[in-house]
C-alpha cells in the first residue's frame, strides 16, 4: 500500500499538468489523494508510477481521472436561500442599471444548471416589472474546465434528480418536458452561452461583470489560488457589481476589504 507515497504521487500530479494541462498544484493536496486513490482501487494498483503508466495506455481511463479529479456535483437553484437573496437584492438593483449591458458570468459552472437557475430568475424578474425587453442586454456566459460537462450544459436536457432545490411555481413554468426529460424554456436558454475556461489561467472570458457567481470551485484550491483569483473578480467586476460565493466558502485575508457583505450568510457580496 503506497498511496501515501509522496515521490510518487508528486511524480503523477506533474505528469497530469504536463499531459493535461490540469495544474495540479493550485488544487488541495487532500481532495486530489482522495480521488487519484479511488482511481487507482478502481485500476487494483497501490503504486503511483503504475498508475501513471495505465495512465499511457489507457486515454479512456486519463479522462475518467480528470472528470473525478474536477467534482462535477450540481443541480438548480443550489442551496435555494442564496437564490433567494439574488432574487430579492441582487436582480433588482441590476435592474435598475438599464442602461448598461448587464454581464453575468457563473465560473464553474458545471452542467449548466446554476447558469440557467440565475437566467430563470432575471426572466421572472422582468415578467413580474414588466420589463421583457430589458432582456435583450442581458448575457449569462456559464464557464468551466470540463469541456465534456459543458456540452452537457449546452444540450440542456436534465433528469428530474437535476431540480431538487427548484419551487413547484418555477418548475411548471420553466422545465418543458420532453421525452421523460426537463429541458429549458428557449426564452431562458437564449441568455446564456458556455465556454470552456480555467480559473487558474487566469485568462478572463469577461470583463465588467455585474454578477460573477463562482461556487463550490475555489474550495477545491490552496489558498494561493484563492487570494489570486479573488483579486482577479474584483478586478473583473464592474463598479458596485456584485459576487456570490458558495455556502462553505469564505473571503479571506485582504479579500475581505474588496469586498462588503450584502448577506454574509449566504456569501453574497458588492465590490467595496
Ligand atoms: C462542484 S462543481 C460546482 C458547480 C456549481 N458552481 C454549483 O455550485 O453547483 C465544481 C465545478 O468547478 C469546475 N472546475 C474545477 N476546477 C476548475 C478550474 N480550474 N477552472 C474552471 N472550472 C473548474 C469543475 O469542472 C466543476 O464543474
Redesign the pocket.
Request: aromatic share 8%; with cysteine.
Given at each position: 500500500m503506497v498511496y501515501g507515497d509522496d515521490a510518487g504521487f508528486r511524480m503523477l500530479t506533474e505528469k497530469i499538468t504536463r499531459d493535461r494541462g490540469f495544474?495540479c498544484s493550485?488544487?488541495k493536496d487532500k481532495c486530489l489523494r482522495r480521488r487519484v486513490a479511488v482511481r487507482m482501487r478502481a485500476k487494483q494498483t497501490t503504486s503511483h508510477a503504475e498508475y501513471a503508466s495505465i495512465l499511457d495506455h489507457d486515454p479512456r481511463e486519463y479522462d475518467r481521472l480528470i472528470r473525478s479529479l474536477?467534482?462535477?456535483?450540481?443541480?438548480f437553484f443550489?442551496n435555494w436561500d442564496t437564490y433567494s437573496v439574488i432574487e430579492k437584492k441582487v436582480i433588482p438593483a441590476l435592474w435598475e442599471r438599464s442602461d448598461e449591458e448587464l454581464r453575468v458570468w457563473?465560473?464553474?459552472?458545471?452542467?449548466g444548471?446554476?447558469p440557467y437557475s440565475l437566467g430563470i430568475l432575471m426572466h421572472k424578474h422582468a415578467k413580474e416589472t414588466r420589463s421583457t425587453s430589458h432582456l435583450d442586454s442581458v448575457s449569462i456566459l456559464g464557464?468551466?474546465?470540463?469541456g465534456e460537462?459543458l456540452g452537457e450544459a449546452q444540450r440542456a436536457f436534465y433528469a428530474e434528480s437535476a431540480l431538487g432545490d427548484t419551487p413547484a411555481s418555477l418548475r411548471t413554468e420553466y422545465f418543458p418536458e420532453m421525452a421523460g426529460l426537463h429541458t429549458m424554456l428557449p426564452e431562458v436558454r437564449r441568455l446564456v452561452t458556455f465556454e470552456c475556461?480555467?480559473?487558474?489561467s487566469y485568462q478572463a472570458p469577461t470583463q465588467n461583470v455585474h454578477l460573477l457567481?463562482?461556487?463550490?470551485?475555489i474550495i477545491?484550491?490552496e489558498r494561493e489560488a484563492q487570494d489570486a483569483l479573488f483579486a482577479e473578480f474584483h478586478r473583473l467586476l464592474a463598479p458596485g457589481g456584485f459576487l456570490v460565493l458558495?455556502k462553505v466558502e469564505s473571503l479571506l485575508g485582504d479579500a475581505r476589504s474588496l469586498f462588503t457583505p450584502v448577506n454574509a450568510r449566504e456569501r453574497v457580496f458588492q465590490k467595496a
Open positions: 495544474r493550485s488544487y474536477t467534482v462535477n456535483v450540481t443541480k443550489r457563473s465560473a464553474g459552472c458545471a452542467s444548471e446554476e464557464t468551466d474546465i470540463d460537462c475556461n480555467d480559473l487558474l457567481v463562482c461556487r463550490n470551485v477545491y484550491f458558495g
